[in-house]
């Protein structure tokens, strides 16, 4: 069956035009007229530029521009994109993301690819064996795929969920977890990771394991609809959290990404501390409580 005229097969949408509309119309939203020295005009009924207005900025027609983000019979030059990024005020990260859907959108549907299970390779689980700060690998959907005694520690002991439920996105949005969503940095790792997601999600996004996630989320968090909505993109992050253990206190530390072999292949999160200070005393005595428990094994109940 041939790709059918207006960016269909079969009646079916194509999914890489879907993302760059919603993305464009994401991007277009977070602008307004004074941010592109355009006067604001009367009362005005939408957030951000109006479609006619960013078209204008970038050289197109509102028709064309219009289609583009309905995702309709429409296969951006890279001309085109430059003048949209431009007109878009896109940063490289957003740049990146825009012409990775469009070039994906210019190509026939494709067709379902083997989606083999994720594994972590040997090597890999000897480091994170070898780590002395917490580190753990994530699938390319911020699966939990393995961790370090350090990472438990820190995060606390993953065995209890069932595997589908191992997922830093499912966890974050869980309100039976813990009260992390008062801490003042907690939605800024919601947008890291959200973003990450989005990242996986431009490269398969029909993906029946990302498809999942979100439309699980999409469901039973406001809070994550109002964020995935943003269209926000992050390939390789880092950052810093902080986290609240009784035993130690506050302990701010440090988080980075590191991608690991494979296309699209895990990455490994790693959490560190500045040598010398007082958070690196706090999880040097968290590493230490933790032996202590390993040793003694696990305490009766009431203990």
């Known amino acids: 069956m041939r790709l059918r005229r207006g960016g269909t097969l079969g009646g079916m949408t194509h999914p890489y035009a879907r993302e760059l509309g919603d993305f464009l119309r994401a991007r277009r939203s977070r602008l307004r007229p004074a941010d592109v020295g355009l006067e604001p005009g009367g009362r005005r009924k939408v957030t ?36 949209l990024a431009a007109a878009l005020a896109l940063d490289d990260e957003e740049r990146r993301h825009l012409f990775t859907l469009a070039q994906a959108a210019r190509r026939p549907v494709p ?27 994530l699938g390319r959907h911020l699966d939990l795929l393995d961790w ?7 995060l606390g002991d993953p065995d209890g969920y069932p595997p589908e439920r191992l997922n830093m996105l499912l966890l974050m ?20 990771y959200i973003g990450m997601m989005r990242a996986a999600v431009a490269t398969d996004p029909t993906h029946p394991r990302a498809t999942a996630i979100v439309g699980e989320l999409s469901i039973r968090s406001a809070e994550f609809r109002r964020l995935w909505a943003r269209h926000d993109v992050r ?35 790693v959490w560190t501390a500045e040598p010398g200070s007082p958070n690196a005393d706090r999880l040097h005595l968290l590493a230490s409580l933790r032996a202590t428990r390993a040793r003694c094994g696990p305490a009766a109940p009431g203990q």
Do not use: H
């Open 235 to 269: 390939e390789s992050v880092r950052g810093t959290k902080t986290f609240r253990i009784p035993e130690v206190g506050d302990l701010v530390l440090d988080w980075d990404s590191y991608p690991l072999p494979g296309n699209p292949g895990p990455m490994m999160l």
């Open 111 to 137: 067709i379902p690819a083997d989606r083999e299970p994720e594994r972590v390779p040997d090597s890999t689980r000897r480091l994170l064996r070898v780590l002395a700060t917490p580190a753990v690998v």
């Open 173 to 192: 949005f869980d309100d039976t977890l813990t009260n992390d969503r008062s801490c003042p940095d907690w939605e800024q790792q919601a947008l890291d």
């Open 148 to 154: 370090n005694p350090m990472a438990e520690a820190l």
């Open 48 to 83: 951000g530029l109006r479609r006619e207005e960013l078209a204008l900025l970038a050289g197109l027609s509102t028709d064309y521009y219009q289609r583009m983000e309905q995702g309709r019979e429409v296969r951006p030059s890279d001309s085109v994109l430059d003048a």
